[in-house]
């Protein structure tokens, strides 16, 4: 399976065979880390494989991602940068990019607090690693490191992203990674799960969004 934003970061997709809903469980020879040495090259390289457009650009708005921001949120911190790796550790296979941010006015969700938020974009797949458990393993270590990152003071009890609508697989994967719709805006689900489930550093009063909403 692999999971598909466009440049913008408006999309998430999911480009497989009619079982591609169907979480798979990472294989022994996918893991995912944070990106080092010339691994981040390696990731735009696989987004420019994925989406078109120029490696430079897709390495310029890794490492800077307000060149790739949208109308949804406005970044507040430098990203980290996620990759899968194949068995030997040499290859990168799938790329993600998670960034902590401000939710903006276009995102149409009430009362979600004025805390920053994780937020998950630039994500793909290698086409000769999917069906391996990849984007399971990459959204797993962005949903460890935000919490790992950002604490105390800095914390973040929420992490969102887009999925464009008539996307079904993708949104069946993202229900199943425990996020829930919490509204419809220019094509997108707008999605979000709590980083505060059975972790003891999310204090009640910390955790301010309201109960996931159907999409409007």
Known sequence: CVVVATA??????????????????????????EAVDREDWQAAELLHETFGGATLFYYGSL????????????PVN???????YNEDGDSVVGVAQLIRAELRPAI???N????????VQSV???????RQGVARSL??????????RWRGEAATTEMW?????????ALALYEALGFTRRNVAMGNVLMSRSLCEDDDDCDDDMATAPSASSPT
Do not use: H
């Not at 430098?78 to 899968?84: F, N, Y």
């Open 124 to 130: 793909a797949v290698a086409e000769s690693a999917r």
């Open 161 to 169: 992203l887009a999925v464009a609508v008539e996307n079904a697989p």
């Open 112 to 119: 979600v607090g004025s805390r920053p938020v994780a937020y």
């Open 108 to 110: 149409g969700v009430p």
């Open 63 to 74: 490492r800077v991602p307000s060149l790739n921001a949208n109308v949804f949120f406005k």
């Open 78 to 84: 430098e990203p980290a940068i996620g990759v899968a």
């Open 8 to 33: 913008s970061g408006f999309r998430a997709g999911l480009r497989a065979g009619p079982a591609a809903a169907r979480l798979s469980p990472p294989v022994a020879a996918i893991a995912s880390r």
């Open 139 to 148: 959204m797993d270590w962005c949903i460890k490191n935000a919490k790992e």
